[in-house]
């Protein structure tokens, strides 16, 4: 299963509103991938950014994979990887 650079900022932002006790249109997200660095995400919410590292977005994600295909996957199974665009490789 692959899931597409949408469906991760989908993941981020449902995590996120979650968290905050607001409504999943009022964050927005901007994926990142810099060599030195790896993976990130700038979150804002209410005019205020802040960043998520790797791990964050990968607990994000396996949430998302659990309400969305009411399917439990652990950390271990997700894999972020970039070409065109962001994607995640879930392995069974």
Request: charged share 25%; proline share 1%; with cysteine.
């Amino acid at each position: 299963m692959t899931l597409s650079q949408q469906e991760i900022i989908n993941a981020i932002c449902e995590h996120m509103a979650e968290r905050k006790g607001i409504a999943p249109d009022q964050v927005t997200v901007q994926l990142e991938w810099e060599e030195s660095l790896g993976f990130s995400a700038q979150v804002t919410i209410d005019g205020r950014s802040h960043y998520i590292v790797e791990a964050n977005m990968l607990e994000a994600i396996e949430r998302y994979i659990l309400n969305q295909y009411n399917r439990r996957v652990f950390r271990s199974q997700l894999e972020l990887d970039v070409e065109d665009e962001m994607f995640c490789i879930v392995k069974e």
